[in-house]
Nanobody, 122 residues
């Protein structure tokens, strides 16, 4: 069974850095895009950054120049390096991936991780 497992969240002071990682495992034939979303209390879940299988990236304007998304295709992992963190970056961060599982030829399914808390506070 396909699953995404995140790691790397925590508490950091404003201006600090954190690195989130997500590993996809299970019966996987292929992975298309991988990315990160976040949800702050009382707000809707929003896209943070996404990277395709060809390496193209896209992200929210609020994190451009501060967050860097990267991917290790052979290891089925995606990482998010977060620099110059601000209190408004506080949220639960979710890994997301578009995956073709074993037995689903021609079909892409979207999977979510369980979420990891990032808190930016002094």
């Amino acid at each position: 069974q396909v699953q995404l497992v995140e790691s790397g969240g925590g508490l950091v002071q404003p201006g600090g850095s954190l690195r989130l990682s997500c590993a996809a495992s299970g019966g996987i034939l292929a992975i298309n895009s991988m990315g990160w979303y976040r949800q702050a209390p009382g707000k809707q879940r929003e896209l943070v950054a996404v990277i395709t299988s060809s390496g193209s990236t896209n992200g929210a304007d609020s994190v451009k120049g501060r967050f860097i998304i990267s991917r290790d295709i052979p290891k089925n992992t995606v990482s998010l390096q977060m620099n110059s963190l601000k209190p408004e970056d506080t949220a639960v961060y979710y890994c997301n991936a578009e995956i073709r599982p074993v037995g689903y030829a021609g079909i892409w399914l979207r999977y979510w991780g369980q979420g990891t808390q990032v808190t930016v506070s002094s």
